[in-house]
């Protein structure tokens, strides 16, 4: 796909979230585009490949929360996975200071070439387990903002994003469809880690007829210090 086509498309799409989109971030994307679908031959980093998809699918469904996040805040995304939607909301949002963390090692050091090339700043990649970085003094209840897109179910995620939050800060939390229960379940754990549950907004993307959700936790009052435990522990046993 060539920029021009790219543009057009990326800004149409755009539009009806009412984001501008300038020359610049055009750029951005496109080169983060590219970037994505040559490590992709290497490594693992997404099934979504065609041209159009990756840009409604990938870039646009981060943009969805970006009305979400107020002017120079402190966002951390958890479980970024290729970079969504942390990047993404940097490349529209200089204001905002961005930490993405990951995981695995490899997708860290390609988080990092597309810092590189597309020139960012104020944004950092931490290779950390979830449940280890909740734990640094640092970060614990640093973040204006945790956010999170398609990582685990409700329970699971709040362990690995509410420690993470300062009081009377937020938990952005992307989601699929069908998540009445995930949230009926997950109720208990976001009370015992300081959080509530502020709004949930349902909607589809333009050109797609899948139900997405995004649910926002407020933080409400500081999380025990036990929490999260151990790595592997919320998700193996969901606080209840």
């Known amino acids: 796909m060539d920029k021009k086509e790219f543009e057009k498309i990326f800004k149409e799409y755009a539009k009806n979230l009412n984001i501008e989109i300038n020359n610049e971030q055009i750029e951005n ?31 646009i469904d981060s943009l969805t929360i970006e009305n979400n996040i ?34 695995l090692n490899k997708r860290v050091q390609f988080l990092k070439e597309v810092i590189k090339k597309l020139g960012l700043n104020e944004i950092e990649v931490i290779h950390a387990r979830a449940e280890e970085f909740g734990k640094d003094k640092k970060y614990r209840e640093a973040f204006d903002v945790a956010t999170s897109r398609a ?58 007829d899948i139900n997405r959700n995004i649910i926002i936790v407020s933080k409400e009052k500081s999380t025990p210090s036990k929490y999260p435990r151990k790595p592997g522990m919320p998700a193996k046993e969901p606080l209840k």
Not at 50 to 59: G, Q, T, V
Not at 173 to 194: R, S
């Open 29 to 59: 994307f496109y080169q983060y585009m590219n970037i994505l679908l040559e490590w992709n031959q290497k490594m693992n980093l997404t099934a979504i490949t065609d041209y159009k998809e990756i840009i409604l699918k990938h870039f």
């Open 70 to 103: 107020e002017i120079g805040c402190y966002l951390v995304d958890i479980g970024t996975g290729a970079g969504f939607p942390g990047i993404p909301l940097k490349i529209v949002r200089k204001d905002i200071k961005v930490v993405l963390v990951d995981s």
């Open 151 to 208: 990582v685990a179910n409700m329970s699971t995620l709040s362990e690995y994003m509410i420690p993470l939050v300062r009081v009377n800060g937020k938990c952005i939390c992307m989601k699929g469809k069908e998540i009445e229960k995930e949230l009926e379940d997950a109720k208990n754990a976001i009370q015992i880690l300081g959080g509530r549950i502020l709004e949930r907004k349902e909607f589809q993307l333009i050109d797609d």
